[in-house]
């Protein structure tokens, strides 16, 4: 029989490329999206898709029963990856939107991950991979509020991991760096819903940068992957016999880690202040 993943967030980006790669590899993928018209879309392309919005917990419930009704009752892997991000300056940042990006990008990743881990007790084996990112490892102006979720992200799951190590359960997380996707273009509605950016006291420095990068597309970053360079790193992570713990994508995740493994807090901020 083929093993069974679970993706998230596969209406675009990451998530879509990882079904499709998945696929490819022999899996049985169920790309979910958070919008039923995103469902319906990958179902004509002959996915299973159930409805999986990260803010909705009965859609988390719903979603994940119908898999495992299709499934016997069985799931061999879970790709937590649909987020998203609320750019902005923290002193910016209104603690409802702080809570919101919480639910969809932490809160919701955990309570679907506490519903997967009975099944995968309960079957003696199971991979749990986190989409991370290389703001998990460090901090970079205006991304507050998606640093601040993918720090938490970080800190429960190697907590996980270390909880589930006697088990054949395996926990793993995956910190890619700049990747083509749509979060940029997707991040602009929380920004103009949450930041109120025009009173803001430093409003010159969004004017000069942050809204700049946001509504004007400078083309790919200098060091941007595709999308299957996370496919690459997701399909290794649930097909190795001995998974690593971390998973770096991109150039920068890796100079990241290395700043934190050997330069002092004061001269990484230097660094990355201007970032």
Known sequence: MKKTILITGCSSGIGLDAAHGMRARGWRVFASCRQQRDCDRLRAQGFESPRIDYTDADSIASGLSEVLEATGGTLDALFNNGAHGLPGLVEDLPTDGLRAIFEAN?????ELTRQVIPVMRAQGHGRIVQNSSVL???????????VATKYAIEGLTDTLRLELADTDIKVILIEPGPITSKIRENSIPFFERFINWENSALRERYEASLLKRLYESSGPDRFELPASAVTDKLAHAVGSKRPRARYYVTTPTYIAGY?????PTRTIDRILSDV
């Open 106 to 110: 932490f809160f919701g990743w955990h």
């Open 136 to 146: 998990g490892l460090v901090a970079i102006p205006w991304r507050g509020a998606y």
């Open 259 to 263: 700043l934190r493994r050997l330069l």
